[in-house]
C-alpha cells in the first residue's frame, strides 16, 4: 500500500448543496452519451428514358418530356452531444472486466478486494481495496472501499487539503453533511458540477471503539446531467493529531428512474465486496496518532467487527457483543 495519504436517528436533511458542502457527480457513476448517426436519407431518382422516334411516324405524337426530378433537400448531419461526464467517476474508462449477460465476481489483480458484478454491469477501476463500476444505464454508477483523506477544514469543493489529503472537511459537521462533502467532492473532481439533494435518512451502525463514526444513507441528487438516487456507507475515522482522518466510502447509484429497484441492488453489491484481513486492517489503520489517544493498532476483532457490520451489514442481532450487537 502506498504511504501517501490516499484520496482515492433518522430524519430529512436540508438541502445538501450549501456553498459551504457541495460534494452526493459515483459514475467521478461513466458512459458518454450516444452520438447520433446521420439520418439515411432517400437518394435521388434519374429522370426516366424517352424513347427515340426513330424508325416511326414523325407525325406520331411524341410523350411530353417531364422534368428530372429535383433532389430531396438535405438537412446537415445532427452533431454528436459532446460526452457527459458520469456522475462520481468522470468520462467513460476502458472496462477492466466487460459487461457480461451474467453476474460476475470480480477480483482486483492485486488481490486487495473483490465484489459481485450484476449482469450488464464493466467494472473500471481496481486496486488498493477500491473497486469502481457502472452499468449499462447513464448514472448507474458503484464505488466501493473508496479511502478518502480529509483535512479538518471548511469545505472547499474541489480542492484538495493540507497534508496531501483528498478534501477538506470540517470534522464537527454532523453525518449528513459530511455525506454530502465527500460526495460532491467526488462529483467535483471527476469533472462534474456540484449537484443539488439531499440525505434521505441515516442509520448508524454501531462500530468498534477505534473506528470512529459509521452510517448507512440515502440520497437523493439533482446534477446537470440528470436526477439520481443513491445508497451507500459511510466511515469517518477519529480525527488525528495533524488535524486529517480518513474516511471509507461505499455507495450504489442509479438514475432515479430506477429507485424502485435502489434497496435490493445497493444491498446485493455493498455486502458481496470482501477483501483481505491485512488489507482492511491498513484501510483502517490511522495515519498518525488520534488526537489526546495514545496510537491506536487496529486489531483483528476490529477489523472482523467492520467487516460484519459495516461491509456485510449483518443485523444487530446477529453481529457479536463485542461488535456492539446482541449475539453471544
Known sequence: MPTHKPTHPSAPRRNWTLTRIS?????????????????????????????????????????????APQPTPQPPAQTPPPAQPAPLVGPPTPALAPASGQPTTYTNTDGSASALVPAGWKVISGSEGLIKMTGPQYGEVAILGRVMGAHNAPFAPGKTGTDNTGMSMPYASTFEDKVAMVYDQLVVINGGAVPQGSVTSVTPIPVGRAIGQCGRFTGAITATTGTFNAAGTLCVMPLEN?????????????????????????QQIITSYNVPTATLQVLLKPWDQIAGKPVVVMDPGDSQCFELAVIHLTPTAQLPRACGGTAP
Open 23 to 67: 460534494a452526493l457527480a459515483i459514475t467521478a457513476l461513466a458512459t458518454a452519451s450516444l452520438a447520433l448517426a446521420p439520418a439515411a436519407w432517400p437518394q435521388s431518382q434519374p429522370a426516366p428514358v424517352q424513347p427515340t422516334s426513330q424508325g416511326t411516324n414523325q407525325s406520331a405524337p411524341q410523350p411530353t418530356p417531364q422534368p
Open 242 to 266: 495533524a488535524g486529517d482522518f480518513k474516511n471509507l466510502f461505499w455507495i450504489v447509484q442509479v438514475p432515479a428512474s430506477e429507485a424502485a429497484t435502489l434497496p435490493a441492488l445497493a
